[in-house]
């Protein structure tokens, strides 16, 4: 019966799709040519276990890419009229839903292709041909020379959408379509209030009282325990040390971390906003594998959370409003996800000030916002000014910041910024994730963009401390403070010089920070007290106010002292401020064309750093800050070698530095120990949840696996 329809369409001329009904037995294989196999893994394997399954099946469609290319064997092509290549689901007949054919030939669930119609794709997610025929909602006009409804042999229909068609107009032509509603919208509103409800927090907000009793944990070190009475000290370091509660909530099961349906968290939901670039330049694997990495982030966000996607290349696009990761919502965020198509420039300032026109309009608020970024060029479309005719001065990148979300705003939404390959402009990346207090990393391999949003969000997913303040007050009348080494957190000293005061910000669960403060210290009969060190803070999910009982840091005052033995811990964090201005000292000579220098710069560093009390001891950090050396200094062997990584490298290091906190950098399996000093332990098991699935999809299916393809491995002894 199909052939006859097939014949019949043809010998009437028609180009239309027409679905005609088949038994199982009617479906014939698909050639085995790599152009019209190229269905996804997922597709054609059916997973190992349950735990596997349900990762396949909230996974994007583009397929996995492999050392040879996107390709699947010729036993996937088989089944890909047997299976949508979007929802991953069997199809057949009479089974409750519309089936769509295509032109060239692939089938699909029609709600399925037609959401890859509301985000203007027009190309087939399989074989990436293009359509001339995409389905429409609507009965159409009379008349209309662009649309027709088939229904031959008056077939029972069982979705009154199915055989809607558009003629998508040649190009060139002029002709235009007025009686015809698209199935989804493809225009945005002027006003991006159309976010969904928040979810009700009453109970998860209880129920982190009961599990989280603990608030921040104040220390302070001296650097040294004391000073003889007769003595004074114009530059004494004093180490303030913070850490954030580990929330229970990071103890219980998987379901309850991740906020599946029906499970409720004590962690503080955020508003995750997503402004991904799709350039030309991203075509291939690179948008596999972000697709990949997106799916990964839209499996472990909770009901609570709430997500939008903004594409850009050209120009910026909302792609998905700012709804919430119920079922519901993540199959719809996947299937925007599996719609992105890769063409057009890189407009980077377009698609932040989308992603912050989402954030300022949305009508209700989350505790936590944030947007992740992600580029792999060059901004072609922001011209910066200059300053006089005679040279042109440093491009003001922060300026590309939209000046709601910075840092100075009062209301700051952290931008953490992904720089992906080797193109993208670290430099501007670097600015924009500073301006608005985010971290920027250097995403070296293309493999490892999973894992580091993975490392990211694991964070993101476990804010305890929301605007943490820390207040330092001189208790001694001859006690006055010097400088305060906080890094990029601001600090301010009063006038006085009698108090000051670091504003933190935001902390993961078991987050740490280390701030180091500078006083003198006169002579004195006894012991002496110096400061007083208290904080102040949010909590995220009562939105409750949380005040800390301050800590005073006294010295002891003997009137003789034998040899000093300085504090290693104030050693150490003299050691990564120190390293972090050799960084950034290095980097400016790298900049001017003076790689020898640079490269001699930070081998003094290494030189200081293995003479020190902490590099003696075989202190972990020190020895970590001795391998980024070593690797900076490798990296810029050449200039072609610093162009291409070198640069990157050091800006993604300043940004963990700068922040005290985990970024990716590189692919050096060497640097990875800095990365774990920052790492916090739901970071960590992000990071591990992010392999595993990586392993599960990669792993070949034995039920499919061909012998000659894939030979079995034997049993290790």
Known sequence: MGSRWRKAKLSLGLNLCVYVPKT???????????????????????????????IRALMPTTPTPASSGLRLSKSGSRSSKKTCAICLATMKPGHGHALFTAECSHVFHFHCIASNVKHGNHVCPVCRAKWKEIPFQGLPSSGSPHETRVNPGNWLQDDGH?????????????NRLHHVTPFFHNSEPSIFNDD??????????????QECMR?????????????????????????????????????????????????????APIDLITVLDVSGSMSGTKLALLKKAMGFVIHNLGPSDRLSLIAFSSTARRLFPLRRMTE?????????????????????????????????ERKEKNPISSIILLSDGQDTYTIFPTAGVM???????????????????????????????????????????????????FIE????????????????????????????????????????????????????????????????????????????????SEETPLLKIGCV????????????????????????????????????????????????????????????????????????????????????????????????????????????????????????????RATTRGNSMDSGSLVQSYQTPSMVDMLQRSQTMSLATQRPNPQIRHAKSFPARPEPR
């Open 391 to 441: 040279h042109q001065a440093q491009p003001d990148h922060q300026s590309l910041v939209p000046s709601s979300i910075r840092g100075s705003s009062g209301h700051q939404v952290p931008v953490h910024v992904f720089g992906f390959g080797a193109d993208h402009d670290s430099v501007l990346m670097h600015s924009i994730s500073e301006a608005s207090g985010g971290t920027f990393s």
């Open 162 to 174: 199915m055989h809607i068609l558009r003629l998508l107009p040649r190009a060139g032509s002029s």
């Open 537 to 660: 803070y949010r909590d995220p999910v009562t939105n409750e106010a949380v005040r800390v009982e301050d800590l005073d840091v006294h010295i002891s005052r003997p009137a003789f002292v034998g040899l000093p033995i300085m504090s290693i811990e104030v050693d150490r964090q003299k050691n990564r401020i120190q390293t972090a201005e050799t960084m950034a000292e290095a980097r400016a000579a790298a900049e001017r064309g003076e790689l020898s220098q640079a490269v001699s710069i930070l081998e003094e560093r290494r030189k200081l750093l293995s003479e020190s009390l902490s590099g003696q001891s075989g202190d972990r950090l020190c020895l970590a800050l001795d391998t980024e050396l070593r690797e900076m200094q490798e990296r810029m062997a050449n200039q072609q070698r610093y162009e291409a990584s070198g640069r990157a490298f050091v800006l993604s290091g300043l940004s963990s530095h700068s922040w005290q």
């Open 328 to 360: 519901s919502g993540r199959q719809d965020a996947l299937q925007a996800v599996n719609s992105l198509t890769s063409n057009g420039g890189t407009n980077i300032a377009d698609g932040l000030r989308k992603g912050a026109k989402v954030i300022e």
């Open 196 to 209: 969904e409800p928040l979810d009700n927090l009453t109970e998860a907000a209880e129920d982190s009282q």
């Open 445 to 524: 391999a293309e493999a490892a963009i999973q894992d580091a949003f993975a490392l990211c969000i694991g964070g993101l997913l476990s804010v305890v401390v929301q605007q943490l303040h820390v207040e330092v007050e001189c208790v001694h009348p001859g006690v006055h403070l010097g400088p305060i080494k906080s890094g990029s957190y601001v600090s301010r000293v009063a006038d006085n010089k009698r108090s000051g005061s670091i504003a933190v910000g935001d902390l993961y669960a078991d987050e740490e920070r280390d701030f180091l403060v500078v006083v003198n210290v006169p002579p004195a």
């Open 215 to 267: 608030t921040v944990e104040i220390k302070a070190y001296s650097e040294f325990s004391e000073i003889p009475q007769s003595a004074s000290e114009e530059n004494f370091t004093i180490l303030i040390h913070l850490k954030a509660p580990l929330a229970k909530t990071l103890q219980t099961s998987n379901n309850n971390f991740h906020g599946n349906d029906g499970s409720r968290t004590s962690r």
């Open 24 to 54: 199982l037995d009617d479906y014939s294989p698909l050639p085995s040519d790599d152009s019209t196999a190229r269905t996804p893994d997922s597709a054609v394997a059916s997973p190992a276990s349950a735990g596997a399954s349900d």
